[in-house]
């Protein structure tokens, strides 16, 4: 037990009880990928995962969404009247003036037919939108509500996202989509989070990773047909340098206003998660913020310096690499992509060779890492996932997590980051008894060539199930437009009951 992490004081923090997720059942089996593809199953295994899940006809990011809130509601009975704050966290909208109050619609008229009372009138339906970090602002933005003006009621929060990429480039193996949703209360059930301790970072990265709209009339965009496809304009190496950089700058933050060593936190925190666009990123910044450790502790240098001499960098260079402040966008400007911690990206790799640093991963960062590597990557809903899976893993094998330190970070390029302090709850095992990550998997639909193309590409896909009973579905799309009544492009969604 650490002076900072104390089931007592855990407790008076408000945090989240439950979390439920939607994952489409059509699934691209990556070592078949790799066949069509001529890829190397052993790289892509090693690097990404094993699978990633492609949203059907019916479904977008608003259905996914109602379906992950719906689930949660009904396997954690809660009182939808006391629920005053739904925050949705996406940067696959479709809209751009409705988002959350969307997914309310949904699910009140779900409500409705089951005969129970709907979402509160006197809810506030924000969305929140940067990259990947967007459900985490949400998350955060729920635990201020419920501190100030929402005191006493819950709030749910639901991250949901679909990560496309153009066939054929080097992000089409990390696609995926899903959605997962979370009740916040100031009593939880689940775990805490401690937001006086968390850290933030946040700087601008220029063209990292964007989505301008201006991008779907200009001639080298991929044409997808009737389609409107969301590939993102992305630079895969200086996005990584990104990442780093917003991750261990939000990291070091929390550690300092933990006021605990970097080598102190990584012996005792029982689990660390961090946003997973795929199944080495994680790894790879793990092993950066563990070597800058080295560089900050006064016992670990001639550790530091025997990994130096063996990396073939300069000590004195990662020394000054930990001391930096980098603009990355202002040298890209000048210079183009530039590594700036190339001192301290030799040492991280050559630890992420070192048995003792697989040890630790796997001691720290194994929970429910064979879950997650068939999700594939669910932008804002990746860190989520990873949370639920990681408590049930837990759960499942006896893991105590009652006292020991956490962490979750979140990462949205462009640059921003996140890293917030978690604590079990002391019922915690009761409440990942209900998460239902496996479950959420369960009775996928393997999808064959032609047929992922085809619905990669917005062609028409024969033989493919209708939507599940107990779920939302886009049945039509609007196309009036008319002076007195406009309905062009929006979208209508129903409710398949069970029979």
């Not at 048995?355 to 990746?382: C, H, I, Q, W």
């Not at 028409?460 to 009973?469: E, F, N, Q, S």
């Amino acid at each position: 037990m650490t002076s900072t992490q104390t089931p007592e004081t855990a407790h008076a923090l408000p945090g989240v009880s439950a979390m439920s997720l939607y994952i489409p059942a059509l699934r691209v089996d990556l070592e078949q990928w790799c066949e069509w593809t001529n890829n190397s199953w052993d790289k892509v295994q090693a690097i990404v995962g094993k699978s990633f899940r492609v949203p059907g006809p019916h479904e977008n990011v608003y259905t996914m969404a109602a379906n992950a809130v719906l689930r949660l509601i009904d396997e954690n009975d809660v009182d939808p009247s006391r629920v005053g704050f739904l925050g949705l966290g996406t940067e696959s909208s479709t809209d751009n003036a409705a988002g959350a109050v969307i997914v309310r619609g949904m699910v009140d008229r779900a409500l409705d037919e089951r005969g129970k009372p709907r979402l509160s009138r006197n809810l506030e339906v924000p969305e929140f939108k940067h990259a990947c970090l967007g459900g985490v602002y949400a998350l955060k933005n729920a635990i201020r509500y419920l501190r100030t003006d929402g005191a006493g009621r819950q709030a749910i929060v639901v991250c949901s996202d679909i990560a496309e990429y153009e066939r054929g480039s080097t992000g089409e193996q990390t696609q995926g989509a899903g959605a997962v949703a979370f009740l916040v209360e100031d009593d939880p059930q689940l775990f805490t989070i401690d937001l006086d301790k968390s850290g933030s970072a946040s700087a601008y990265r220029g063209p990292d990773f964007r989505k301008p709209f201006a991008r779907h009339w200009k001639d080298q965009y991929a044409r997808t047909g009737d389609r409107i496809a969301d590939f993102p304009v992305f630079s895969g190496p200086y996005s990584t340098f990104s990442y780093l950089d917003g991750t261990v700058n939000a990291v070091e933050e929390m550690l300092r206003r933990l006021d605990v060593s970097a080598g102190g936190y990584y012996d005792d925190v029982r689990a660390l998660f961090f946003h997973r666009p795929y199944q080495q990123m994680p790894v790879q910044a793990m092993s950066f913020l563990y070597a800058r450790g080295l560089a900050r502790g006064d016992h670990h240098h001639d550790e530091l310096r025997a990994l130096c001499v063996e990396a073939g960098v300069e000590y004195a260079a990662v020394l000054r690499e930990t001391e930096s402040s980098p603009d990355l966008f202002g040298t890209l400007l000048s210079d183009g992509p530039t590594n700036p911690y190339a001192a301290t990206s030799a040492v991280a790799g050559l630890l992420r060779k070192k048995p003792t640093f697989r040890e630790l991963l796997a001691a720290k960062m194994s929970l429910g890492d064979e879950v997650v590597r068939d999700l594939g990557n669910l932008y804002s809903a990746a860190l989520p996932a990873w949370l639920a899976a990681g408590f049930e893993d837990a759960h499942e094998r006896g893991i105590e997590l009652l006292g020991y330190p956490m962490v979750a970070v979140g990462y949205g390029s462009g640059d921003a980051a996140e890293a917030m302090p978690l604590t079990a709850a002391p019922r915690w095992r009761e409440a990942a008894a209900r998460l239902g990550t496996r479950r959420a998997l369960a009775g996928a639909t393997d999808l064959s060539r032609e047929q992922y193309e085809a619905l990669h590409d917005g062609r028409r896909v024969d033989g493919l199930a209708p939507p599940l009973p107990g779920t939302f579905a886009i049945t039509r799309v609007g196309d009036t437009h008319e002076p007195a009544f406009q309905d062009l492009s929006v979208e209508y969604y129903e409710f398949v009951p069970h029979a």
